[in-house]
Structure formats: C-alpha cells, structure tokens
C-alpha cells in the first residue's frame, strides 16, 4: 500500500530565510510525487509534481522539490521566504499511473513566515 | 489549469436533514472525481471515487447510505449527506484529474457543513 509521512506538524521560517518542508513517501511501483498548498478554508493549489526526469522539479511560486529515491524522500525548498508562504502543506503520492487518479496526501505540515 | 467548482461553499442545516453538494468541472470533461473529507488541521481522507455514469466507489469505512454520490454527467458530480448528525460536520472538498494525459488533481474550493 502507498504511503506519505510528513514529519513535522509546522515549520517556523523567518522571512527572507530558506525554507524546507519534509515529505517521505512509500510505494511497491515508481512514484508519482505531488505538493499542494491549503489557504484557510480553501481548497488546495497545486505547486508540483515529479513523475520522471529530473530530479529537481520547480514548480508554482518559487518553490521546488528534490525527489531522492535512495532515501524515498521528496522534500519541498524555497530559497527566500515570504510571509504570504504561510499556509497548509500537503505531499501527496500515486503508486504510478494505475490507481486512476487517486492520491493519498500526508498529514500536512503548517508553514509560518515571519517578519 | 483546470477549473473545478463547488458549491456551496458554506452550509449550515439542522440534525435530521439531508444536503446536498456539488462539484463542477468548468473548462473540460471530467469522468472520475474524487470526494475528500477534511477535519480542522488534519490531513484530506478520500471517501470515495465518483465514476461517470456507474456507482461510485467507497473507501473503507465510509458509508455509502450516508454519503450518496451521483456523477450524472461529464460535468457534475455530486455528494449528500443524508440523515446529517453534529459528527458530519467537515469539510468537505471534490477534485478532478484535469485535462487529458494530466496526472495532478485539480480541487474544488470546498464546502464546509455543520450540523446543528
């Protein structure tokens, strides 16, 4: 069975620092590999995705994403935080493109920017 | 991206009483949705995987006589809770797979439910 762990419940950042949110994953096929972002009672926007390729994947808003498989890791990166990053991370895992479509997400890390 | 919409977006109803919610892909076909229930600061927990024109498919643990799914058309997927109690009270949120060859969700705004 799939599986998505995010170990930490919140991430403090000072603005203008790096930030990384963590995401470790497991499946019996190749991943495909999702982080999404939740505003207060919203829905989820999609940043990015790793399916194959490059290891490194940008996505929306600045934000990139490393897929290790050695370490069945893929963390999510900033260089430079805003405070407007602050918000509801989920990683989000499909054992390949044979679960039609459905995703199972990690428990959500809350990331908070400061001034 | 793609465009999902969900409505309402905020219900409030008495214990007893069945409601109903709609989800909408705007800008292209979707035949599969996925319905999602959140609880405040917890992770999304699929409840089922509404089929276009066939029965939908539950997760387990998830009542299917409690949370009725029908996916009508290529456009339109909807979830009731029927017989709602105080524990119904969520958030709940529809995705769909977007485009053709895409593999991300697309998510709907969510609809919050409590039951009074």
């Known amino acids: 069975a799939q599986s998505v762990a995010q170990p930490e419940d919140q991430v403090n950042v000072a603005e203008g620092n790096p930030l990384t949110v963590k995401c470790t994953y497991s499946?019996?096929?190749?991943?495909?590999l999702f982080w999404y972002v939740q505003y207060p009672n919203r829905g989820l926007q999609f940043l990015l995705k790793?399916?194959?390729?490059?290891?490194l994947v940008k996505g929306s808003y600045g934000f990139e994403a490393e897929f290790n498989k050695s370490q069945t890791s893929f963390h999510l990166k900033k260089p430079s935080a805003l405070v407007s990053d602050s918000a509801l991370y989920f990683c989000?895992?499909?054992?390949?493109?044979?679960?039609?479509?459905?995703?199972?997400f990690g428990q959500g890390t809350e990331l908070s920017v400061k001034p | 991206g793609a465009v999902v919409s969900q409505h309402p977006s905020w219900v409030i109803c008495k214990s007893g009483t069945s409601v109903k919610i709609e989800c909408r892909s705007l800008?292209?076909?979707?035949?599969?949705m996925f319905w999602y229930r959140q609880f405040p600061k917890q992770s999304l927990m699929l409840m089922a995987t509404s089929n276009e024109g066939s029965k939908a498919t539950y997760e387990q643990g998830v009542e299917k006589d409690k949370f009725l799914i029908n996916h009508a058309s290529l456009t339109l997927s909807t979830l009731t809770v029927t017989s709602a109690h105080p524990e119904d009270s969520s958030f709940y949120i529809c995705?769909?797979?977007?485009?053709?060859?895409?593999?991300?969700?697309?998510f709907g705004e969510g609809s919050r439910l409590t039951v009074l």
């Open positions: 499946v019996s096929g190749n991943p495909y």
């Open positions: 989000a895992v499909r054992d390949g493109p044979n679960q039609g479509g459905k995703l199972i």
């Open positions: 800008d292209f076909q979707a035949t599969t």
């Open positions: 995705s769909a797979p977007g485009l053709a060859g895409a593999v991300e969700l697309f």
């Open positions: 790793y399916i194959t390729g490059d290891n």
